[in-house]
């Protein structure tokens, strides 16, 4: 059963609802666990830090560590991409692939940061292949010691290429949204590891084939990447 526009809205909006309670009605939880700001003692009192912006231009002196106020984080992202359903083709029936993701972060606050990719997958011996320019809201739900699990939902750009026939090829640009869970663990002060399930769901567009048949582009698919990463 294909979801209309509107329903999909719906349901993105709905979990980011949802999502907001579990974090704003957890305070507790989150509490108990330190904040990134209070975690210096762990590593030496007399550790001395390189000074960063703050997100108002400021300079600091607090220890800056993965995904703390001011900090950027950029990783390599590796990992399956998993096509569901027919991707609006229902005769090609594409190949799930490995695909890659250049990922960065800011840290705006202790629970949220921006957050922004660019990732590429090729399926089924370049028959379809996905490119992707995604941003969105990282929030971390909490911290224990120096695991970070967090949630990613946002808005992109997604541009599929299908082969219609050989030499043959149409590729737009569509509309879509991201959600999906993730869990990172800081090695370092500067590296951390991590791995995220991304759920993604493109608004179709219909464009013609140069033999004037109607050619459908929508779908949905989940990536499962691993992602290694420097702070800075």
Partial sequence: ???????????????????????????????????????????????????????????????????????????????????????????????????????????VSDMFGFDASFGYSDHSDGKYSLTTLLTGLRTNLSWYDKVVPYVVFGLGFYKPNRQISTGVSLSPVVFGIHVGPGVDLELTRQFFFGAALTFHDMFGTTKQAPQGTPVEFDGTFTSFLLHAGVTF
């Fill in 1 to 107: 059963m294909t979801l209309s526009r509107a329903s999909r809205f719906c349901c993105f909006f709905l979990f980011l609802f949802t999502s907001s309670l579990f974090v704003f009605e957890a305070p507790p939880i989150y509490a108990a666990a330190s904040n990134w700001s209070q975690q210096s003692s762990s590593w030496g009192a007399s550790e001395t830090y390189p000074s960063h912006k703050t997100p108002f231009g400021r300079e600091s002196q607090a220890p800056i560590a993965p995904f703390t106020p001011g900090s950027n984080n950029l990783a390599l992202d590796v990992g399956q991409v998993f096509l569901m359903g027919d991707m609006g083709d229902p005769t090609a029936h594409y190949a799930d692939s490995i695909g890659t993701q250049v990922h960065y972060s800011y840290g």
